[in-house]
């Protein structure tokens, strides 16, 4: 298969937090054709965060539970990053919507894809660090329900028609009908939403994909949807065994992690990454 688009992941992370990071990136992004960038969210971070991580920090990429590490609202970063770029896609990898209010999502969402001209890619997940619920007084338990009604809830006030409880509808609307969708998880409930919505899917980590990416498309013919138009979003690799997973797997997009920084250095650290991880 031809090479996939290369997006950047990680990429409201450290360095690039800043307003200086995000326009060096932007800038470097457009100069070297890649795709899209995708940021993460953490509303807070707690040491017990830490202790609970799922997976250990991967040296290649910024340690977004470190202490006293900048990760900018993944949305307001975007907007900035947006700003200093006209065809980079904005992707979320994740956005918690669990820990948001659906309606102020929507209008938030809907904002940036007007002013970015149509190019958000939003990406949402669960959410895995119950202290981080507990912090911000929401409710863990049930978590996965949630965010289905709030999916609905998204949808139905980008609409024509108001939405049934709120009596009304969010404007602007988006420029995209609808706004690609991709849940974001590392786990077979994940790859059944993405199939069971028709949205994209990015799971976690290669290791992960290497068993749900499979799962996810079979389930999506099972609910009637066209495995080969949806999108599979997977991480890049430079280790061999990865390269033959990845082309197997026959992503629609792959990520390289982020430029270290400072500002003046992005371009060429992208240059050099996009070169490692060639596909």
Request: a positive charge.
């Amino acid at each position: 298969m031809s090479a996939p688009p290369v997006g950047v992941m990680y990429a409201n992370v450290g360095a690039l937090a800043s307003p200086e990071g995000a326009r060096a990136l932007a800038l470097a992004c457009a100069e070297l054709g890649v795709e899209s960038v995708w940021t993460v969210e953490h509303v807070v971070v707690t040491p017990a965060m830490r202790q609970a991580r799922r997976y250990p920090p991967d040296r290649r990429t910024p340690d977004v539970l470190a202490d006293q590490q900048p990760v900018p609202d993944p949305l307001l970063w975007l907007t900035w990053f947006a700003a200093h770029s006209s065809d980079v896609r904005l992707g979320t990898a994740a956005l918690v919507l669990p820990l948001r209010d659906a309606a102020v999502t929507a209008k938030e969402v809907a904002t940036l894809d007007m002013l970015s001209g149509g190019r958000v890619e939003l990406g949402i997940g669960v959410g895995w660090a119950e202290d981080e619920f507990r912090a911000t007084g929401h409710q863990f338990a049930g978590r996965g329900r949630l965010v289905e009604t709030q999916l609905d809830t998204l949808r139905e006030l980008w609409g024509e028609r108001p939405h049934p409880q709120a009596g009304g509808w969010v404007r602007p609307a988006p420029v995209q009908r609808p706004v690609p969708l991709h849940i974001c998880g590392s786990s077979p409930v994940a790859a059944r939403r993405a199939a069971r919505l028709g949205a994209g899917f990015l799971p976690a980590r290669l290791a992960d994909a290497a068993r749900l990416v499979p799962y996810y498309r079979e389930q999506a013919a099972r609910y009637g949807g066209d495995p080969a138009r949806l999108p599979v979003t997977l991480g890049a690799s430079t280790r061999a065994e990865h390269r033959e997973l990845l082309r197997a797997l026959a992503p629609t997009r792959v990520l390289v992690p982020p430029p270290a920084g400072p500002a003046e250095k992005v371009r060429d650290q992208l240059a050099a990454l996009l070169s490692r991880y060639a596909w």
